[in-house]
């Protein structure tokens, strides 16, 4: 009799708290090798979790910094050359 209830409390309690057990250990760890390698560098996950330091005040960007800024400004300047002379031509 005593042998029976050992293996009906083996078959419903133990080997459920067993896989319980090991399925959330297997969950956190995966959670802790993730947190490590990718999630602590993510932005808004530090944000979230509150990680994230003072932040550095944005420089102003300058109007003319880069090939597109002086390609726009050289046509603006065209464009202001052609109404001066179609101005002081007629």
Known sequence: MAETA????????LRPVLAIFFALSFIL?????AWRTVLAHV????????????KKPAKP?????????RFYQSQAQAQAQRNSKSEGGS
């Open 6 to 13: 050992w293996e009906l409390a083996e078959l419903f309690v």
């Open 29 to 33: 760890l995966s959670w802790y090798v």
């Open 43 to 54: 932005p808004l996950v530090q944000e979230v979790a509150g990680l994230r330091r003072n």
């Open 61 to 69: 960007k300058p109007p003319n910094r880069g090939r597109i800024g």
